[in-house]
């Protein structure tokens, strides 16, 4: 008894072990087209990867335009500043004549 237990024991995993070796028609079909999903699902990935990094650096090329065109506004108003200055010392000159 205890050697046909011992028997069945060693036959068992081997017995799963075949049947589950070969893949049904359905099963590999199902696998193929998981694999072919996957393959899609990695190109649109790296697609998106690409496309976001292209976003990325168009963000940071607009935010150094921004911050060249605020450099730019500082510089106009202060020189804006320095024009209305002139303007008033050579206006105040010609009121004490």
Do not use: H, I, Y
Not at 13 to 31: H, I
Not at 47 to 67: G, I, L
Request: aromatic letters at 2%.
């Amino acid at each position: 008894m205890k050697l046909a237990k011992n028997l069945v024991v060693a036959a068992l995993p081997l017995a799963l072990l075949v049947g589950c070796e070969t893949m049904s028609e359905s099963d590999r079909s199902s696998v193929e087209k998981a694999n072919m999903a996957a393959e899609s699902a990695k190109a649109d990935a790296s697609q998106a990867v690409s496309a976001a990094q292209k976003a990325a650096s168009d963000a940071a090329a607009a935010a150094r335009s921004a911050e060249q065109a605020a450099r730019a506004a500082e510089a106009a108003a202060a020189e804006a500043r320095a024009a209305g200055d002139k303007a008033d010392r050579v206006f105040r000159r010609g009121l004490r004549k």
